[in-house]
């Protein structure tokens, strides 16, 4: 990502908006909002996206949209092969108070990538208004824990929710790309086998 490459070439340390961001979750910190910052670190982390991800395809293939289950499982794996190359490659520090985590690198945000991910995959397939809400509340909620538990600079939870975005997108126009060929297919095989 461009916000990747201009962040490692000033510096790779944070920037204006990240020092102000975090130093303002400092000072906001309450044990209610710890509290409720280390539920979505739980419910955000690789184990539990797996579980719920495969939960969720489980679901789709149950309920007979197959087409769906496969925008999710697409999206999930590639979000997060996208995302461990980007940080694996950026190497940006993570702010040193964190209170969760010393692993890996900071940018983009795991955590905030899968959740844009997984929701935005989920309202496009299910195409319900609703879900689009939910999928604005869910995000802003993971990226916010991340930086109230200085896991991540604001930064790296932008890049993660547009990286998470755009790889639902993606996923999900080359699903119904590959959809629509295949429904020509079957038609036309209809047509020859009359």
């Not at 899968?114 to 990226?143: I, K």
Request: net charge positive.
């Amino acid at each position: 990502m461009l916000l990747g490459v201009v962040i490692k070439a000033l510096g790779n340390g944070p920037l204006g908006i990240d020092m102000w961001w975090h130093d303002l979750m400092l000072v906001w910190r309450t044990d209610v909002g710890l509290t409720v910052a280390r539920a979505l670190d739980a419910v955000g982390g690789v184990v539990s996206m797996i579980v719920i991800g495969i939960a969720l395809v489980v679901g789709l293939v149950l309920a007979r949209r197959p087409w769906d289950a496969l925008v999710v499982l697409t999206a999930m794996v590639v979000s997060e092969a996208v995302a461990t190359v980007l940080k694996l490659s950026l190497t940006r520090p993570r702010p040193a108070d964190s209170l969760v985590t010393d692993a890996m690198t900071s940018f983009p945000s795991g955590h905030t990538t899968l959740a844009a991910t997984v929701m935005v995959a989920l309202a496009l397939s299910m195409r319900v208004a609703v879900m689009w809400g939910a999928a604005a509340v869910w995000v802003t909620a993971m990226a916010w824990s991340r930086t109230y538990l200085a896991a991540h600079w604001l930064t790296d939870v932008f890049a993660g929710a547009v990286l998470g975005t755009s790889v639902a997108l993606i996923a999900w126009t080359t699903m119904a790309v590959i959809r629509r060929g295949a429904q020509r297919t079957i038609e036309n095989a209809d047509r020859l086998s009359r």
